[in-house]
């Protein structure tokens, strides 16, 4: 069975047999929600690769201390696959970050469509974020990641066209695309881009503007899946020809 893991601001220096000490509302969901006591093993992560095992110590309200028993630190993955997931409606921003979240993605961008129904101003923007960054945070604890993906802010689109020619493979999901995405070369290293539009399609200068900053426009298949849906299965099918899900060149 897998441990708890729980997530602090920094491991910078810990090592085997130092104390770690969890606080705040990450303490109190361990104690006072998860019911963890004194004895129990659990893994205290930073979120940056390092991830530390160990037995619980001391509990208090708002307080989890474990002695470190072992410390790993893993590289970064490579290549880093970035989504841009234009803005869906409703709580499918959520879902569509919790499940990137647990296929591995690296960044994920929120992307204001022309065509996104729902609209990020002001203190919904901030409150939105807020979730999508909560969602990443919760899903990279529960699926053990050791580095955890970053929610950016609010892009626009001549962002995601600079974030485009910025990458070494940019792709956009495009039910009218003639080129399917299982025909493409995925590099084994540097990062990959994906870039998934709302309920309402993309428009037509969209996918132009990508196109000409150097982004390959695709076909997932005969089927038109949901844009909180799209993103994982193309993921999914780019991680499986990379060393990151066992694939060797050659």
Do not use: N, Y
Not at 95 to 115: I, K, Q
Request: hydrophobic residues 45%; glycine residues 8%; negative net charge.
């Amino acid at each position: 069975m897998s441990l708890p893991v729980h997530l602090v601001p920094s491991l910078d220096g810990v090592t085997a047999g130092a104390t770690v000490t969890v606080v705040g509302d990450e303490a109190h969901h361990a104690v006072a929600v998860r019911r963890t006591r004194v004895g129990e093993r659990v893994v205290v992560t930073d979120g940056r690769g390092r991830s530390v095992a160990g037995s619980v110590a001391e509990t208090g309200k708002r307080l989890l201390s474990v002695t470190a028993e072992t410390v790993q630190d893993l590289p970064e993955p490579s290549p880093s696959l970035v989504v841009v997931q234009a803005l869906p409606k409703g709580d499918r921003g959520e879902l569509a970050v919790e499940v990137l979240t647990e296929v591995g993605v690296d960044r994920v961008v929120p992307w204001a469509a022309s065509r996104s129904v729902a609209i990020w101003k002001g203190e919904r923007a901030a409150k939105s974020l807020s979730r999508w960054r909560a969602t990443a945070r919760e899903a990279a604890k529960q699926s053990r990641r050791a580095w955890h993906p970053v929610v950016s802010e609010l892009a626009t689109t001549a962002d995601v066209v600079a974030l485009v020619a910025e990458v070494d493979l940019a792709v956009v999901l495009h039910e009218e695309a003639a080129v399917p995405l299982a025909g493409l070369e995925v590099p084994t290293s540097g990062t990959v881009l994906v870039v998934v539009g709302p309920e309402g399609g993309l428009s037509d200068d969209e996918v132009a503007a990508f196109v000409q900053a150097g982004a390959v426009s695709v076909r997932l298949g005969a089927e038109v899946l949901r844009t909180s849906t799209a993103g994982v299965a193309a993921c999914a099918a780019l991680l499986a020809r990379t060393p990151r899900w066992g694939w060797i060149p050659g």
